[in-house]
């Protein structure tokens, strides 16, 4: 049995559904939301690359690598995104949190909020993680900002560690949180997840 079974997690109107192709529709209009390929620092696929994107995800989830998700509006079923637990080290209980983009109409609402909260909650209360990494590049100060704001603690930078989309090379910035420090980031994700909207 693999440490990362298939899962369906689901909280505050938002699902996350184990990838399939048949989201693929649904993954082209969200990335649309916004045209979001064509930001730099984002691994976001172009309309025409999705299929191949989707299929290196669930390739990588054969492998044992990545478990991808689709982030679903319980609602009305509409993809808003997707998410994965990736570098997933069974031998030390450690995944990470990465190739996550939402539909630009849902950034800067409760979807990343409880998106999050719903996988640390299942990698530390279910998986029992000890840690739970994020990687992101070094230009991408919105993703730093958010990653912060959760509680990760900031590991460093590995340079010259990976290739961007139009060919340079990107510093990689890493963070952590250990599951000691879990129970406050928990309490601070409830908290702003109650605030009214």
């Known amino acids: 049995m693999s440490f990362v079974s298939p899962i369906t997690l689901r909280d505050r109107g938002i699902e996350l559904r184990p990838m399939t192709l048949e989201h693929e529709a649904g993954l082209r209009s969200a990335a649309a939301d ?117 509680g990760a603690k900031k590991d460093g930078v590995i340079r010259g560690h990976a290739l961007r989309r139009d060919g340079t090379i990107r510093d990689t910035v890493m963070y952590s949180l250990r599951s000691g420090e879990w129970p406050e980031v928990k309490a601070q994700l409830m908290h702003a997840l109650n605030k009214p909207r």
Not at 34 to 51: A, F, H, Y
Not at 58 to 83: K, N
């Open 34 to 150: 916004g045209e979001l390929w064509n930001i730099r620092v984002t691994s976001v696929p172009e309309p025409e690359q999705t299929r191949q994107y989707m299929e290196d995800a669930l390739a990588m989830r054969e492998a044992g690598h990545r478990f991808p998700f689709v982030v679903v509006e319980s609602d009305s079923g509409r993809v808003l995104g997707t998410t994965s637990f990736h570098d997933i080290v069974p031998a030390i209980r450690r995944v990470e949190i990465g190739w996550t983009w939402y539909a630009k109409s849902v950034q800067r609402s409760h979807v990343n909020t409880t998106c999050k909260m719903l996988l640390l909650t299942h990698a530390f209360e279910t998986l029992y993680c000890h840690v739970v990494g994020w990687r992101t590049d070094n230009f991408n100060f919105a993703s730093q900002a958010a990653i912060e704001r959760l």
